[in-house]
């Protein structure tokens, strides 16, 4: 079992990507549904899990920092999961979880080293200025062809949404890492749950509640297979980060771009230019320059 710990984050990244590229078949605004129906599936998992093994007693027995901590990372991270919802309907599946797990890998490792005090060494300092570098090939090069005038905008809205996704995403598990040295997985993945399940409930009955019954049964079905990968992926989170360290879970899960640019070829046959293939396989090769040498 223990040798399966190392692995889990990367099997977050593939469950990740999978709902992903599931929500990109959806034909309906899922900003707020999505987040939601996911978010009351894995509550209902925890629910069952905690039961089962009669956990709820140590819900009530950790310290108030790590309620705040646990608590306030599921804030950030739902805002995350927002933007991440949002940004992967106006770019490609491949360039979205480039930037935004990028950002997250060099957030995360940098907040590890300031307030962990895990040091970096100079291999992982090279694998991070590739994923930089990588950014910068995928971006700037676009722009430097195209005027002002025509840049298209979706691509631009897509790029900052993927950004703020980083960082948000970052700083949800700096929070979670530092609530988890109390907390259990179970209650971690809770505090994860309820608040989206309360905010987001509160604001789709009041503003939302028409356009939630027009929803297809095709789109529902998709949303909630979305929904059923992303409760697997977060679980594999979860227990990464109680597992192993902030930095090795997002080293792990920065592969996601891979299996999102073959679910993207794949199922919806997207089209890469030139820079942003070599923007990828920079922000990849930086990826596993860290990987390797963590």
């Known amino acids: 079992m223990t040798d399966i710990l190392p692995f889990l984050g990367l099997m977050s990244a593939f469950w990740w990507s999978v709902s992903g590229g599931?929500?990109?078949?959806?034909?309906?605004?899922?900003?707020?549904?999505?987040?939601?129906a996911e978010s009351v599936i894995s509550l209902f998992v925890v629910v069952l899990l905690s039961a089962i093994g009669m956990h709820w007693?140590?819900?009530?027995?950790?310290?108030?920092?790590t309620y705040l901590y646990l608590f306030g990372g599921s804030v950030v991270?739902?805002?995350g999961t927002l933007c991440y919802v949002a940004g992967i309907r106006k770019i490609s599946l491949g360039i979205f979880f480039t930037i935004s797990t990028s950002?997250?890998?060099?957030?995360t490792i940098l907040l590890d080293q300031f307030f962990n005090q895990i040091s970096l060494n100079q291999n992982i300092i090279v694998g991070a200025l590739f994923v930089v570098v990588g950014i910068i090939i995928i971006n700037g090069l676009s722009f430097v062809r195209s005027s002002i005038k025509s840049i298209n905008t979706?691509?631009?809205?897509?790029?900052?949404?993927?950004?703020?996704?980083?960082v948000f995403w970052s700083s949800g598990i700096f929070m979670n890492d530092r609530g988890l040295i109390e907390s259990g997985v179970l209650f971690s993945t809770f505090s994860r749950t309820v608040v989206p399940?309360?905010?987001?409930?509160?604001?789709?009955?009041?503003?939302?509640?028409?356009?939630v019954k027009?929803?297809?049964?095709?789109?529902?079905?998709?949303?909630?297979?979305?929904?059923?990968?992303?409760?697997?992926a977060m679980l594999c989170w979860h227990l990464s980060l109680k597992s192993n360290s902030a930095s090795l879970t997002v080293i792990l899960s920065s592969t996601s771009p891979v299996f999102a640019i073959l679910i993207g070829l794949g199922f919806y046959k997207e089209k890469l230019k030139l820079n942003q293939i070599i923007g990828i396989v920079f922000c990849l090769v930086g990826t596993f320059t860290i990987l390797l040498n963590r």
């Open 22 to 36: 599931i929500l990109k078949s959806v034909r309906i605004n899922t900003v707020l549904i999505y987040p939601f």
């Open 57 to 65: 007693v140590t819900f009530f027995e950790y310290s108030l920092e």
């Open 77 to 79: 991270t739902m805002l």
């Open 103 to 107: 950002v997250v890998m060099i957030l």
């Open 154 to 166: 979706n691509y631009f809205a897509g790029i900052v949404i993927s950004i703020f996704t980083g």
């Open 197 to 211: 399940v309360f905010l987001l409930g509160i604001i789709l009955f009041i503003k939302k509640p028409i356009k």
């Open 214 to 232: 027009q929803i297809t049964v095709s789109d529902r079905k998709l949303i909630l297979v979305a929904a059923v990968c992303t409760t697997i």
